[in-house]
Nanobody, 123 residues
Framework: QVQLAESGGGLVQAGGSLTLSCAVS?????MAWFRQAPGKEREFVAA????????YYTDSVKDRFTISRDNAKSTMFLQMNSLKLEDTGVYYC???????????????????WGQGTQVTVSS
């Protein structure tokens, strides 16, 4: 059983920065961040392979967001810079124990989910 706990959401002005954390207990092979804006479907943001650290990003956050993990602390991070209004939403941490590379950008590729943390970007 994998348990996840996000933290670090909040209110930030456009152009600002915010760092999200996800503490994980239990083994996993991939972890990811997804987000869901009001009235929209949940969308992929970024993913990381736990062993090796290979990363994946959606195009809209490339060069602005950085996903990383600290194996010793069993924690995943999402450093978000140059935030835009459209980055607003609930951010979810996800983990999979049998996630395959071809499904890292799909919500169905992950079994375990955190409760979500709100990120609001204001003008």
């Amino acid at each position: 059983q994998v348990q996840l706990a996000e933290s670090g959401g909040g209110l930030v002005q456009a152009g600002g920065s915010l760092t999200l954390s996800c503490a994980v207990s239990g083994r996993n092979n991939y972890m990811a961040w997804f987000r869901q804006a009001p009235g929209k479907e949940r969308e992929f943001v970024a993913a990381i392979r736990w062993n090796g650290g290979h990363t994946y990003y959606t195009d809209s956050v490339k060069d602005r967001f950085t996903i990383s993990r600290d194996n010793a602390k069993s924690t995943m991070f999402l450093q978000m810079n140059s935030l835009k209004l459209e980055d607003t939403g609930v951010y979810y941490c996800a983990a999979g124990t049998r996630t395959i590379q071809s499904s890292v950008r799909q919500a169905s590729g992950y079994t375990y989910w955190g409760q979500g943390t709100q990120v609001t970007v204001s003008s």
